[in-house]
């Protein structure tokens, strides 16, 4: 993974003039010094899931092996042999204070609301609630923890529910499951495909293309399913219109179950494709030039090259675009919640859209939570599946 | 090297067209939600087609604000978006510089504790949020929408890695010069990170200007309303008038786009550090 690019000042430029992908010009040359003491560590501790994001940040920062990191690290040795470490702080508590507000607000809205949404998948949801839960007494304030919620324990019935009764949760997870069936293979092998034509050498004007496709990646999820409630609108859609037109005649784009379910595809793809182009182009960047030329050497044809070369190098990059699209996937809400409102009869309902409206609109927050619950089991093992078999050799 | 065979000139082409083609697929959409913002909606299909921008844009303006105050969902959007970034990059920057340079008690777990919240997505924790916020009465106020996520892992993270790379002996000698503990963080830590704190500032600006899900269970008056949720409700209407809601989408997508092309350096560090997705 070691950068091929000329780093130092050329940066810059590079990133100004219109020429290879800047993804190494994010920060100014004197400021690039010891990034390189987190590279293993950091790779090393993270959970699994996190290996393959840090697979990406490390090749950003891969670039930082230069020679004033090493000047660091050896100041860094030089100071701990003196025994004046940086690291430790004057005030003991200091550290304490600077993490604290980030903890309250951690604690508060983060971890409290994971677990209890654990919690509220075994009850129902009876109303709101006044009654104190438990006070505790500090000495100059007493903290009293109201009882959220008026609850009534029902055991693992919700689970049961949602595995063999309710069926229009299993039509959500069925939507759910084509729009990513179909939209993930297109998506990666079309996002693959462009990342690799604007890595060939003889594309000109790459970063101006490069620029106009990922321009999705700056619309709001709501802003640009607007665009395509219009697009494929039955009465004004453009695009009926314009097969109207070449005489193709009318698709029922977002009367038809079928047909919904591709309109979702379709948006969803516009709005990704750019994004996962732009990091499978990084990917592509680190693979080392010696290798294509090696392989020429040895008379490879283009797709041998791609297949021996481009591939296995970019393995992990495709891995993390693939567990990062499903899980993309799998939260689908705006789209479908503008778009097709989940219809024609419960056609594109997915699962978010479910629990949204389950939680928000029926006030069944306990067995929203549970679906919920569910939702995160179904995501992990998935990814679990991807990394073991992506990941392997 | 081999030389140009017919083959690899065919190869060029197809890219090209190849190219061409994704190009064309992906601007259309923008351009025509251009083109629809500035024709009145009964244009839309007269014949010949209306293939370039009119010179109604105003004019649908006016009948957006008439039909629903998004003047002030640009306002909420705003507020809501800038109070959210600037506190979270304090939160962020302040612990990811003692989780980077600081030793201390519990520090892997505690880190440990974030990292693993990394991975969770939103919708595990919003109902208990929403029974949260109406049990402080927080329900259609900014603080709603801000407070819950200013503590952002994903920021915590990506100030983590980036502070460790500030040398040590770069604070050491500020601390033998005389600066206090405190200086440290914000005269030598913070200005050395400034594109760091640009590029996550650029991720958190844009996540929460573009929320959706959790906005629209906390905000309900239609004067709180944030940018996503005003369409949402212009669109959710009986009889949708296109041309007000492209107007609106515009307004939406164009400030954006434009710090896209003049930022993109970090927006392209953000995408790759996995975050700008939702």
Redesign the interface.
Known sequence: MAPTHSGGGSRFREASSLGRFPVRCDRPPERRKPGIARTTTDAGSTPRGEGERAVILNTIQSRVRTSPAYRAIADQVRYRRQDVSGTVPKIPALPYLYISPFFVLFAVFLLFPTVYTLYLSFFNYLGASNEVLLTVDFVVFQLTIPQIANLQFVGLDHYTRLLFQDSLFHQALFNTSFIFLVQVPLMVVLGLATALVLDAKFIRAKSVFRTLIALPVATGLVAYSTIFLLLFNGDVGVINYALETIGLGRVPWLSDAWWARITLVIAVTWRWLGYNMIILLAGLQTVPEQLYEAAEVDGASRWQKFRFVTLPQLRPVLLFVVVSSTIGTFQIFAEPYVITGGGPSNATITIVQYIYNQAFLQLNLGYASAVSVALVILVSIMSIIQIRYGGAE | ??RETRNDAL??FG??I??LT??A???I??Y??LV?ATIP?SE??SWP?RLLPGLHYLQNFQALQESVDFIRSIGNSLIIAVSYTALSLV??S??G???A????RF?EP?FY????????????????????I??IGWTNSYLAVI?????N?LG?FLMR?NM?????????SA?MDGAT?FQL?YKIALP?MI??LS?LAIILF?NQ??A??YPL?VLQEEKMFT???A??Q???QQR?N?DQ??V??SL??IP??L???FL??????G????S???
């Open positions: 090297m081999r190869w060029k890219s090209y190849f190219l994704i190009t697929l992906v601007l959409p923008i025509w939600m629809a909606q839309f299909f087609p939160l962020c302040m612990a510089f003692a989780f340079k600081y030793e201390f520090k505690l504790a974030i990292l693993a919240t990394l991975v969770l997505p939103i919708q595990l924790l919003i109902i208990p949020l929403f029974l949260l109406t049990q407070l819950p996520w200013a503590a892992p915590i890695q460790k790379a500030i040398p040590d002996a770069l604070l050491e601390r503990e963080y050395t594109p760091s590029a844009l200007w573009q959706f899900l269970i940018i996503p949720i369409l949402a212009l669109v959710g949708v296109f809601v492209m609106a989408t939406a997508i954006i786009f710090m896209f092309i993109q350096q970090y927006f392209i560090k995408i790759l550090s996995g700008v997705k939702q």
